[in-house]
């Protein structure tokens, strides 16, 4: 019902940066967090920022004072801008929502939906 489709990955040089954007669509009634997740070979996927409706922010350690998670409530996107890039930051980034979605005429239902991916490849 809701879909994410993420933007912005790429290739890019250590120390410089890079912005990801993820726009949610469908039967939207509420977004309550949306966030980026992360996934480096051979290792889990990981929390890397996420933003609640009100503009609460959370961020992994790792990227704290480099990366910077913003969300346009009336567009139903979600930004994170990446800054002093490294290596280390090289996976693919997904982007995550949840909240509720139109189910039907009268009803919502909840809803966790996961963005295809980008891929973020940071070279020395």
């Known amino acids: 019902q809701v879909q994410l489709v993420e933007s912005g990955g790429g290739l890019v040089q250590a120390g410089g940066s890079l912005r990801l954007s993820c726009a949610a669509s469908g039967s939207i009634f509420t977004i309550n967090v949306m966030g980026w997740y992360r996934q480096a070979p051979g290792k889990q996927r990981e929390l890397v920022a996420d933003i609640n409706f009100g503009g609460i922010t959370n961020y992994a350690d790792s990227v704290k004072g480099r990366f910077t998670i913003s969300r346009d409530n009336a567009k139903n996107t979600v930004y994170l801008q990446m800054n002093s890039l490294k290596s280390e930051d090289t996976a693919v980034y997904y982007c995550?929502?949840?909240?509720?979605?139109?189910?039907?005429?009268?009803?919502?239902?909840?809803?966790?939906?996961w963005g295809q991916g980008t891929q973020v490849t940071v070279s020395s």
């Open positions: 995550h929502a949840n909240g509720l979605h139109r189910g039907s005429a009268y009803d919502v239902l909840d809803f966790s939906s």
